[in-house]
């Protein structure tokens, strides 16, 4: 609770319906219809997470609101979003997405079940306007898995450097893998 940054709390929602979303303020909530719905693959529920904490660390609800697109989801007296609106939602789930497959697999769990839940959710659901279409988002994840794939050891290395005390080459290593993976969320890890 003392290190910088947003304090995220989970909130689960005793409804059916698949929910899962972040709110202003560090706030998860996802609903038991999702949990249930992952309930057998940990890592799905890991990835989703994963994504809705990256929505929060990366303060999208900021940048959408300075851009003026904050709310435009909303239907009750407003204009139709723009199509300037929809890309600047659809970039930011995309890489939500992206730190959201790093974020599980830093943690442990197997991101590739990523693909197999935004399917899912998207075939439960069914898409909508400020989400990008389910192919381009399982492509766009399958591409950041093989990223994280080919240098997951290096952070693993990091991680073994740091847990038998030789701090100085800890930090090169975990820089190294910071150049690949620029995020304040890989320190965040080490700590």
């Known amino acids: 609770g003392r290190r910088p940054g947003v304090a995220l709390e989970v909130h689960v929602l005793e409804t059916p319906k698949v929910v899962a979303q972040a709110l202003p303020g560090g706030l998860v909530v996802v609903s038991r219809g999702l949990v249930e719905l992952a309930r057998s693959d940990e890592h799905a529920l890991a990835f989703i997470l994963g994504h809705e904490a990256a929505h929060l660390l990366r303060d ?40 959201g497959a790093l974020f599980s697999a830093l943690a442990g769990y197997q991101a590739s079940s990523a693909i197999r839940v935004l399917l899912t959710l998207t075939a439960r659901t069914g898409p909508d306007l400020f989400h990008p279409n389910p192919q381009e988002r399982a492509s766009a994840i399958r591409e950041r898995l093989a990223e994280i794939t080919e240098h997951l050891e290096v952070f693993h290395l990091g991680l073994f450097l740091t847990g038998v005390g030789r701090y100085l080459e800890a930090a090169r290593v975990l820089e190294h893998f910071l150049a690949l993976f620029p995020s304040r969320e890989v320190l965040s890890a080490v700590g």
């Open 60 to 99: 999208h609800h900021g940048l959408l609101g300075s851009l003026g697109v904050l709310g435009a989801g909303s239907t009750t007296g407003r204009a139709p979003p723009s199509a300037e609106q929809v890309r600047a939602y659809q970039a930011m789930e995309l890489e939500a997405d992206r730190l």
